[in-house]
């Protein structure tokens, strides 16, 4: 499987930038007041998004034989998963007013720093320069 990590790295790539970018979407259009950001269509293409963001994750675990409680980044990145998809479920389905502003935007917080924990394969991401 190694002989296609380009190919999957990139659908990877590919797959977190449309995820993010339809959480950002979503959350603008309720922050809006548009309700069908939250209708069936849209919630089933964001979890079609994960899906191949998932897969796309797991292949490159298995083509570079990594393991994410092994290797620190990874388990940063793998906690702040988790703390992103919360707080994102908060924003788009519990929060009213203007409380979904700030779990919005800590939502938006958490996927940026998981972003930079990626690029720089640091668990301190964009931090790693300035406090390492």
């Known amino acids: 499987m190694i002989e ?4 999957i790295k990139q659908a990877h790539v590919g797959f977190v930038l449309l995820s993010g970018g339809l959480f950002a979407l979503r959350g603008l259009l309720l922050l809006a007041g548009q309700r069908w950001a939250n209708a069936r269509p849209i919630r ?3 979890y079609t998004i994960d899906t191949g963001l998932l897969t796309a994750a797991l292949m490159l675990l298995v083509a570079l034989k990594l393991n994410p409680f092994v290797v620190p980044w990874l388990a940063v990145k793998l906690v702040l998963l988790v703390v992103y998809v919360v707080l994102g479920y908060i924003a788009l389905k519990r929060a009213r007013g203007w409380p979904r502003v ?7 917080a958490c996927f940026g720093f998981m972003y930079t924990v990626a690029r720089a394969h640091h668990p301190l991401g964009l931090f790693a320069e300035w406090l390492a």
Not at 4 to 7: A, K, N
Not at 102 to 108: I, S
């Open 4 to 7: 296609f990590y380009p190919q």
């Open 44 to 46: 089933w293409l964001s």
């Open 102 to 108: 700030a779990w919005y935007a800590a939502a938006l």
